[in-house]
């Protein structure tokens, strides 16, 4: 049902942007780049601010054992609509990133409750924990405890670059408790719907305000380690010697051009973090392990990928003689968004009047772990230049403005409110 009355609809973009640039001052790097990593005391601060925020906003305000943070505007009957996104940035991020899904859900309900509406199910804005993998190597475990898609005893058994646990972790930032007890019920929510910035250049290029997102890409990730002898740079001559990093610097490229020649243009790969052992100029790498972050809108072309590099990865070490050790981190399935949800978000922006074009999301997002429970949908807001993950990340005010109307028609549809 499309609420009539929301003509009177009014989004405060001066507050939610300042809201933005205050939640950026809590961060380990310096303006204009965000680093927020999970359980931090920088990340603790902007789990406090939001929960402020939620509070100022009139809603009641709930936390589970793995710190989702749920704020909820109660409805005057019984089922659930979820919003929302995360907060946690990676090192050296920007500051809209997953922020404009949280705080712009928190403008939402204020304008939706200005505007006099009443929601007959119950709203809730929640901040994910944990989307990006910054910690302990795996993104969005909050959402896939929630949708289910994780075994709750191996998070807490998660380890930092430190060698602290989940579990110690979440304890120190005040989170305690079972977490197989995070898991959602399927009758938890009726919907879910996460506003999140492209992170691309396709709204700026097709000239759009709003991206209706027709389906997440699957993300899969790998972390690759050969083991050699090592030894001295010197000493060790090239016929005898077992360098680890170089048959890993083979795998890295060979990763880029199966998915540069994959069929499918949505088919990516990635190395982000390479660590080598002991590192040191004059001596032969004695370990050296690389992670691969793996996507694609295909299952198979992505599998291609991934098995090209396993492969590969097993024929170095045999011909070099080199230890291998390879743990797939993550293999998730794509996830399409519900029929509903995409009506519900093309008739706000038909009631709005904004330009809208059907996205596939390159990125992953906790939409993608609470469609395992929860019919789901997306809604997207343009990134400048289609940067993120960069100091330079930047979307509009006007553009943040009509993202955060589009959320809360969209809200005050599914929650069939009056
Ligand atoms: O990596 C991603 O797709 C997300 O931004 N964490
Ligand atoms: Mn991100
Ligand atoms: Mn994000």
Redesign the pocket.
């Known amino acids: 049902m499309r609420p009539s009355h929301l003509d009177e609809l009014s989004i405060d973009v001066e507050r939610l942007t300042g809201e933005l640039d205050q939640l950026a001052t809590y961060s380990d790097t310096p303006a204009p780049s965000v680093t927020r990593v999970l359980f931090t005391p920088r990340d603790v601060e902007g789990r406090a601010y939001v929960k402020a925020l939620m509070r100022d906003a009139g809603l009641s305000v709930r936390e589970d054992a793995a710190g989702n943070i749920f704020g909820r505007w109660q409805g005057r009957a019984d089922g659930a609509v979820g919003t929302g996104s995360?907060c946690d940035a990676?090192p050296h991020a920007g500051k809209y990133?997953?922020t404009v899904g949280v705080l712009g859900g928190i403008a939402a309900v204020r304008s939706l409750k200005a505007a006099g509406f009443s929601p007959r199910r119950s709203i809730d804005v929640i901040m994910f924990t944990s989307?990006?993998?910054t910690r302990f190597g795996i993104?969005?475990v909050g959402s896939r405890l929630l949708g289910g898609a994780i075994a709750a005893a191996g998070v807490d058994a998660l380890t930092d670059a430190d060698g602290i646990s989940f579990a110690t972790a979440r304890s120190q930032a005040g989170y305690e408790g079972d977490l197989a007890a995070v898991e959602l019920t399927e009758q938890h929510y009726d919907f879910f719907v996460e506003l999140h910035i492209e992170?691309g250049p396709e709204l700026e290029r097709q000239g759009k305000d709003i991206g209706v997102v027709s389906a997440i890409a699957a993300?899969a990730s790998l972390r690759v380690s050969f083991e050699g002898d090592g030894g001295h740079a010197g000493t060790v001559l090239m016929g005898t010697r077992q360098d680890a990093l170089v048959p890993l610097a083979r795998l890295i490229a060979l990763a880029e051009d199966l998915a540069r020649t994959s069929e499918n243009p949505d088919t990516v790969a990635t190395t982000g973090i390479v660590e080598v052992h002991p590192g040191a100029i004059n001596s032969i790498p004695r370990r050296a392990t690389a992670t691969f972050?793996i996507?694609g809108t295909d299952l198979t072309a992505r599998q291609r990928v991934v098995d090209g590099v396993l492969d590969e990865a097993r024929r170095l070490a045999d011909a070099r003689g080199l230890g291998l050790e390879v743990e797939t981190i993550n293999a998730d399935p794509p996830a399409e968004t519900h029929p509903a949800i995409v009506d519900a978000v093309v008739a706000a922006c038909e009631d709005e009047r904004f330009g809208h074009t059907s996205l596939v999301s390159?990125?992953?997002?906790d939409a993608l772990f609470m469609a395992r429970k929860v019919p789901m949908g997306m809604i997207f807001v343009p990134s400048k230049d289609g940067i993120?993950?960069r100091p330079d990340e930047f979307t509009t005010p006007d553009e943040i403005r009509r993202g955060v109307a589009v959320l809360a028609r969209t809200l005050a549809g599914l929650a069939d409110g009056a």
């Open positions: 995360h990676i990133d997953g989307e990006e993998p993104g969005c992170q993300p972050d996507r390159r990125a992953y997002h993120s993950h």
